[in-house]
């Protein structure tokens, strides 16, 4: 039978050149072999296997595309390719890396002093230090960019924060959380970094989550949390800068969904291969057939996407709309393939131990999570129209 490969166009080895293709091939053994043979325990558990992060730190590949602080400098394509290879083992710990890596790290390497950049980039690099980013709150999601509630009061060399905050991944076990809040003096939204232990921040594990059971999600509470001023993030000064954040993470989302799409449909493809009813493979009946090939059409679909995404990254030619289309975009296609993945392996579909029902569960939150369908599709519009559809 031909191998079972869901990059169909040839793009891992064909477009990347020796060096990153062998990196892939590693950081896909890698997970294959240590991080596979874990999820589905933990992911029912709702807990974070914490053995993993020393060997994830290992394989160097945190912070990949930053320049200095012992970040490796790699393209947006080969960050993108790994995003998809750690999506498509486990979407929950490319979620956990995202934050690290992309929110976290890329806050401070794109808003931080250089300071603030010396200070914390190298150990986040290597994940002695593991970061957090909080901006939605309980009653501000979509609303984020104009509405945020958190506040923050300055009162000499200190600021004084006052909010809560919820969704915030990692934020329970993070050695430092960024903090998106209102400044109540000039009304602008500034980021801040709170150390773990500090006085006023209170972190509750989010409970029952039905997808991305294994990222840990927080509700923070910031009671009169003071934070010195030397921990703002000093180039951030207003909602436009926490959305130059956003722009490069929403691409590794979108790279993230094809991760996900392309585990379920390996998985499905080899499943149907194996199973038999009627005494023949399910995969030669003609209707399973035609599943399988409107799931690999909207796989390829997205990879190209996200492959030429990442290319316009890496030519400093990227803007919001370019990353919100490929969210949006991937992001929907993906809640397809997943849920006829699950449908050609009937009953076995909804088992955990197919893997298959982690997918679907897991696809509803990157259908959320950086921007809704919704707000990136308005965010295109805007772009496309020339009016804005946002209050
Ligand atoms: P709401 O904003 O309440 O939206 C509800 C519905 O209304 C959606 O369908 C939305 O599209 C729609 N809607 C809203 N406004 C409009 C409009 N103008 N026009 C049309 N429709 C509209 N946040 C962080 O800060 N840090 C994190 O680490 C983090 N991790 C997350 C992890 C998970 C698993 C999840 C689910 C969320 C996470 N989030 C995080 C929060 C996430 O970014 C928000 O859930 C998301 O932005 C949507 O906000 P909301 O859930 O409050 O939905």
């Given at each position: 039978?031909?191998?079972?490969?869901?990059?169909?166009?040839?793009?891992?080895?064909?477009?990347?050149?020796?060096?990153?293709?062998?990196?892939?091939?590693?950081?896909?053994?890698?997970?294959?072999?240590?991080?596979?043979?874990?999820?589905?325990?933990?992911?029912?558990?709702?807990?974070?296997?914490?053995?993993?992060?020393?060997?994830?730190?290992?394989?160097?590949?945190?912070?990949?595309?930053?320049?200095?602080?012992?970040?490796?400098?790699?393209?947006?394509?080969?960050?993108?390719?790994?995003?998809?290879?750690?999506?498509?083992?486990?979407?929950?710990?490319?979620?956990?890396?995202?934050?690290?890596?992309?929110?976290?790290?890329?806050?401070?390497?794109?808003?931080?002093?250089?300071?603030?950049?010396?200070?914390?980039?190298?150990?986040?690099?290597?994940?002695?230090?593991?970061?957090?980013?909080?901006?939605?709150?309980?009653?501000?999601?979509?609303?984020?960019?104009?509405?945020?509630?958190?506040?923050?009061?300055?009162?000499?060399?200190?600021?004084?924060?006052?909010?809560?905050?919820?969704?915030?991944?990692?934020?329970?076990?993070?050695?430092?959380?960024?903090?998106?809040?209102?400044?109540?003096?000039?009304?602008?939204?500034?980021?801040?970094?709170?150390?773990?232990?500090?006085?006023?921040?209170?972190?509750?594990?989010?409970?029952?989550?039905?997808?991305?059971?294994?990222?840990?999600?927080?509700?923070?509470?910031?009671?009169?949390?003071?934070?010195?001023?030397?921990?703002?993030?000093?180039?951030?000064?207003?909602?436009?800068?926490?959305?130059?954040?956003?722009?490069?993470?929403?691409?590794?989302v979108a790279w993230q969904a094809v991760g996900c799409a392309r585990g379920a449909y390996e998985s499905a493809l080899a499943y149907t291969r194996t199973r038999k009813q009627f005494g023949k493979p399910i995969a030669s009946f003609q209707l399973?057939?035609?599943?399988?090939?409107?799931?690999?059409?909207?796989?390829?679909?997205?990879?190209?996407?996200?492959?030429?995404?990442?290319?316009?990254?890496?030519?400093?030619?990227?803007?919001?709309?370019?990353?919100?289309?490929?969210?949006?975009?991937?992001?929907?296609?993906?809640?397809?393939?997943?849920?006829?993945?699950?449908?050609?392996?009937?009953?076995?579909?909804?088992?955990?131990?197919?893997?298959?029902?982690?997918?679907?569960?897991?696809?509803?939150?990157?259908?959320?999570?950086?921007?809704?369908?919704?707000?990136?599709?308005?965010?295109?519009?805007?772009a496309i129209t020339g009016f804005s559809a946002f209050v």
């Amino acid at each position: 039978l031909p191998p079972i490969n869901g990059d169909f166009y040839h793009l891992g080895d064909t477009a990347l050149n020796e060096e990153d293709r062998a990196l892939q091939l590693k950081v896909r053994a890698f997970l294959e072999k240590e991080v596979k043979p874990l999820v589905n325990a933990y992911w029912l558990k709702a807990e974070f296997p914490f053995e993993l992060i020393p060997k994830i730190a290992e394989l160097n590949i945190c912070g990949l595309t930053y320049q200095g602080y012992g970040c490796p400098g790699k393209s947006n394509v080969m960050e993108g390719m790994l995003a998809m290879e750690m999506a498509r083992v486990d979407t929950s710990m490319s979620t956990f890396f995202g934050v690290q890596s992309g929110l976290a790290m890329g806050s401070i390497y794109l808003l931080g002093s250089e300071a603030q950049k010396q200070e914390w980039l190298p150990a986040m690099q290597k994940m002695k230090i593991i970061g957090a980013f909080g901006l939605t709150e309980p009653e501000v999601g979509s609303a984020a960019a104009g509405g945020l509630t958190t506040t923050a009061k300055r009162q000499g060399s200190k600021w004084i924060l006052n909010g809560q905050k919820k969704w915030i991944g990692n934020s329970t076990f993070s050695d430092v959380t960024i903090i998106w809040a209102r400044d109540v003096d000039d009304n602008q939204v500034k980021g801040f970094l709170i150390r773990k232990g500090n006085k006023g921040f209170a972190v509750e594990k989010m409970q029952d989550k039905m997808a991305l059971r294994i990222v840990q999600n927080g509700l923070i509470t910031l009671t009169n949390c003071e934070v010195d001023e030397e921990d703002r993030l000093q180039n951030a000064n207003s909602f436009k800068d926490t959305a130059k954040v956003l722009r490069m993470t929403r691409a590794g989302v979108a790279w993230q969904a094809v991760g996900c799409a392309r585990g379920a449909y390996e998985s499905a493809l080899a499943y149907t291969r194996t199973r038999k009813q009627f005494g023949k493979p399910i995969a030669s009946f003609q209707l399973i057939q035609n599943h399988l090939v409107e799931m690999l059409s909207n796989l390829t679909a997205m990879q190209t996407l996200c492959f030429r995404l990442s290319q316009l990254q890496d030519q400093g030619l990227l803007t919001d709309e370019h990353a919100s289309l490929a969210k949006v975009f991937c992001s929907l296609r993906t809640r397809d393939v997943v849920s006829r993945a699950r449908e050609v392996m009937g009953g076995n579909g909804i088992l955990l131990e197919y893997d298959v029902a982690r997918f679907v569960a897991d696809a509803e939150a990157i259908y959320s999570y950086e921007g809704t369908k919704e707000i990136n599709s308005l965010i295109v519009g805007r772009a496309i129209t020339g009016f804005s559809a946002f209050v």
